[in-house]
């Protein structure tokens, strides 16, 4: 699996174009989303935000052949990691967390719930489920934990959508 880094805000449009175009070069390609609460005319609503803004994901056999045609596309797109034409994949540990995160048809890291226990976190349904020692922060009014994972090389902070039930 390879990372693509394509014009922010443009990243379904460019999975779209990328899937009509280099249907032959590309296997699977997706871009990760991450459900999370808004509130919108004061109903709180769930919506869908890009997991890794400015980034398409994509499964390929011919890699190098992909980086030459991206050059034809009319708009900026690029393989992340790459260095002097040498294109590295995603590590198996990182497909492999990525993967367990998300819901694996739609590419989408569900909603988790829980409560705080004194300064414990503990999430009891939802993709967060086990991983609560890896959240740095969360905030309780827009309902967000703030993840940490290592992708693309070097260590990130995601924003994935948590809802506290109770604080006891």
Not at 5 to 30: I, Y
Not at 71 to 86: C, M, Q, S, T, Y
Not at 112 to 140: C, F, H, N
Request: charged share 30%; aromatic share 8%; glycine share 8%.
């Amino acid at each position: 699996m390879y990372v693509l880094q394509v014009p922010g805000g443009r990243e379904c449009a460019a999975r779209d174009l990328l899937v009509k175009l280099l249907s032959d070069r590309v296997g699977e390609c997706f871009v990760p989303l991450c459900e999370v609460m808004r509130r919108r005319g004061g109903e709180w609503r769930r919506e869908a935000q890009r997991l890794f803004p400015g980034y398409v994901f994509v499964t390929t056999d011919d890699i190098a052949g992909l980086a030459q045609s991206l050059r034809e596309l009319p708009f900026f797109a690029k393989v992340i990691g790459g260095h002097d034409e040498v294109y590295v994949a995603l590590l198996p540990e990182e497909v492999a967390w990525l993967q367990a995160l998300t819901n694996v048809e739609s590419h989408t890291v569900e909603l988790s719930s829980g409560v705080i226990e004194g300064d414990q976190v503990k999430i009891w349904k939802g993709p967060l489920k086990g991983q609560e020692a890896r959240i740095k922060k969360i905030d309780r009014h827009k309902r967000l934990a703030f993840v940490e994972m290592h992708m693309f090389g070097r260590t990130k902070v995601i924003k994935v959508g948590l809802e506290i039930v109770s604080k006891v």
